[in-house]
């Protein structure tokens, strides 16, 4: 099975074009939601977050608590390094996990895997193939205090990846989300359409 890599800055439209591709019948994978199931209740990661960080970052469930967390790590990058270094092994171990379970079900070709640090955490090299979801910074920054952001936290979260001209650098496919809802389905429609016809 192809692993397809789906990545992009903040607020670039990852999550809609995810939902278009699943909507497609594609089988999809999304880090965040594993990284979720990685910070829940009683794992390793939590443990180790909490013993970094503190068991007030945890929230009353027992899992770790993003809206606390998120403020101390955007803040401080070698925090930000810490976190990742007990996350990110423990997520692409679940995404390893998820593709094994998608051939055993034989879903088709190829999987899409949204990763929104694909590169900067150098695994685009685990990946056959890398679609970039883009739109202008200045979209990214309406979308995130759109979100209930302040300006100054949306600024921390972009900075805290690559730009979007140096992640659409090494894709293979680009979607552009700055249009209409009907341009941005057409161009995953085409893209589907491209990666069929090349892993039947």
């Given amino acids: 099975m192809l692993k397809i ?10 999550s809609y074009v995810l939902d278009r591709f699943r909507q497609h019948g594609v089988p999809c994978l999304d880090a965040d939601e594993l ?3 990685v910070t829940a209740a009683e794992t390793e990661a939590t443990a180790a977050i909490a013993a970094r ?3 007030d970052i945890l929230a009353p469930d027992g899992s770790v608590d993003r809206r606390k967390l998120g403020p101390i790590v955007f803040a401080d990058v070698s925090a930000r390094r810490e976190l990742e270094a007990i996350v990110h ?10 593709i ?19 590169f900067e ?13 883009a739109c202008a910074p ?8 759109e979100r209930g952001l302040t300006e100054e936290g ?14 659409t650098a090494g894709a293979d496919f680009v979607i552009t989300t700055d249009g209409s809802v009907a341009e941005t389905n057409d161009q995953v429609a085409r893209v589907i359409a491209t990666l069929r016809s090349s892993n039947p």
């Fill in 5 to 14: 890599a789906l990545t992009g800055g903040i607020a670039t439209g990852k």
């Fill in 35 to 37: 990284a979720h199931g």
């Fill in 53 to 55: 960080f503190g068991a």
């Fill in 89 to 98: 092994p423990a997520v692409y171990r679940a995404i390893a996990a998820g």
């Fill in 100 to 118: 094994r379970a998608f051939e055993l079900m034989g879903d088709g070709g190829f999987a899409i895997v949204a990763v929104p640090l694909l």
């Fill in 121 to 133: 955490t150098g695994a685009e090299k685990t990946f056959d193939t890398i679609i970039v979801t």
């Fill in 138 to 145: 200045e979209t990214q920054m309406k979308r995130l205090i």
């Fill in 154 to 167: 949306a600024r921390q979260r972009l900075a805290a990846q690559w730009p979007t001209e140096r992640k």
